[in-house]
């Protein structure tokens, strides 16, 4: 079998039978459907019931929060690829994953694009080509839209459930960079995502906890990447390597003002240099 769809409800009956009909409703069929409900007491068990004959499997327990319920579905699936769906969230149209599968690949994450909504703007998540540390430095890869090998998230065991915003992120972070798995974009817009309700406040919390992972684990290096959180900085000095001529050009007044203000020695954590005469 080629995919698992997990979808994770709690007390989202309208989404998530929106979420159910945008899966059935597939021309692709080589997968499994999962639908992991956390007890809900708003009807949602009924949706799932009038959709219970298209569901591979289902169930409505109570659970300690998203990442559990993810691990949940993670553990029944059997499919090559895992995708999380999560209620309120649907498949952009009902061919997509034909569209996806008719690519040939098998890296470890294949990440598509994202088409995230809210009550004003509709905007495309469009996944980074090439990942960095800098990818999750403020960023990171579109969850909705990203295939994820099962035997790679059996192999990293899953989702830490001991952060409760960030552990999503934190997957991808140590599968792409610290475990150096393959990775792959597809030029497919596979799936809308519902932003309806993410406030500034938890946004707030989430980097903070992202900054915080990261000085904790890259101590020494992170440092190096904080600098060129502002994107618009990171990418102006990536365009400027790939420009010969105005590279010499801005650099060198830049290595003049080194040289007097003698930066590196009071700034820089490579070797200080010293003339005597």
Same mark, same amino acid.
């Given at each position: 079998?080629?995919?698992?769809?997990?979808?994770?409800?709690?007390?989202?009956?309208?989404?998530? #039978?929106?979420?159910?009909?945008?899966?059935?409703?597939?021309?692709?069929?080589?997968?499994?459907?999962?639908?992991?409900?956390? &007890?809900?007491?708003?009807?949602?068990?009924?949706?799932?019931?009038?959709?219970?004959? !298209?569901?591979?499997?289902?169930?409505?327990?109570?659970?300690?929060?998203?990442?559990?319920?993810?691990?949940?579905?993670? *553990?029944?699936?059997?499919?090559?690829?895992?995708?999380?769906?999560?209620?309120?969230?649907?498949?952009? &149209? #009902?061919?997509?994953?034909?569209?996806? /599968?008719?690519?040939?690949?098998?890296?470890?994450?294949?990440?598509?694009?994202?088409?995230?909504?809210?009550?004003?703007?509709?905007?495309?998540?469009?996944?980074?080509?090439?990942?960095?540390? /800098?990818?999750?430095?403020?960023?990171?890869?579109?969850?909705?839209?990203?295939?994820?090998? *099962?035997?790679?998230?059996?192999?990293?065991?899953?989702?830490?459930?001991?952060?409760?915003?960030?552990?999503?992120?934190?997957?991808?972070?140590?599968?792409?960079?610290?475990?150096?798995?393959?990775?792959?974009?597809?030029?497919?817009?596979?799936? !809308?995502?519902?932003?309806?309700?993410?406030?500034?406040?938890?946004?707030?919390?989430?980097?903070? !906890?992202?900054?915080?992972?990261?000085?904790?684990? /890259?101590?020494?290096?992170?440092?190096?990447?904080?600098?060129?959180?502002?994107?618009?900085?990171?990418?102006?000095?990536?365009?400027?390597?790939?420009?010969?001529?105005?590279?010499?050009?801005?650099?060198?007044?830049?290595?003049?003002?080194?040289?007097?203000?003698?930066?590196?020695?009071?700034?820089?954590? *490579?070797?200080?240099?010293?003339?005597? !005469?």
């Amino acid at each position: 079998m080629k995919l698992s769809i997990i979808t994770i409800n709690f007390n989202d009956h309208a989404g998530l #039978d929106k979420t159910i009909q945008s899966v059935i409703n597939q021309t692709f069929r080589d997968f499994e459907y999962i639908v992991i409900d956390g &007890a809900s007491t708003d009807g949602s068990v009924d949706v799932i019931k009038k959709y219970a004959d !298209k569901l591979t499997h289902w169930v409505s327990e109570p659970d300690t929060g998203i990442y559990n319920a993810m691990n949940k579905g993670t *553990r029944i699936a059997q499919g090559e690829y895992c995708l999380y769906l999560n209620s309120g969230d649907f498949l952009a &149209a #009902d061919d997509v994953l034909e569209k996806v /599968f008719n690519y040939n690949f098998s890296e470890d994450i294949v990440s598509c694009i994202c088409n995230n909504f809210d009550e004003k703007h509709e905007w495309l998540k469009v996944p980074p080509k090439d990942v960095s540390l /800098f990818t999750f430095v403020g960023g990171s890869l579109p969850h909705p839209t990203s295939l994820i090998k *099962r035997e790679l998230l059996n192999c990293l065991g899953g989702y830490n459930e001991s952060y409760k915003i960030i552990s999503d992120w934190l997957f991808f972070l140590d599968a792409v960079i610290l475990h150096h798995c393959s990775y792959r974009t597809l030029d497919v817009v596979l799936s !809308k995502f519902n932003s309806y309700g993410i406030s500034t406040t938890s946004g707030y919390l989430e980097n903070s !906890k992202k900054i915080e992972y990261l000085n904790e684990k /890259f101590p020494r290096i992170i440092s190096d990447y904080l600098p060129y959180e502002d994107e618009a900085v990171y990418n102006v000095f990536i365009w400027l390597q790939s420009c010969k001529f105005l590279k010499r050009l801005i650099i060198f007044p830049i290595k003049v003002l080194n040289r007097v203000l003698r930066l590196r020695n009071r700034l820089s954590r *490579r070797m200080g240099v010293f003339y005597l !005469k």
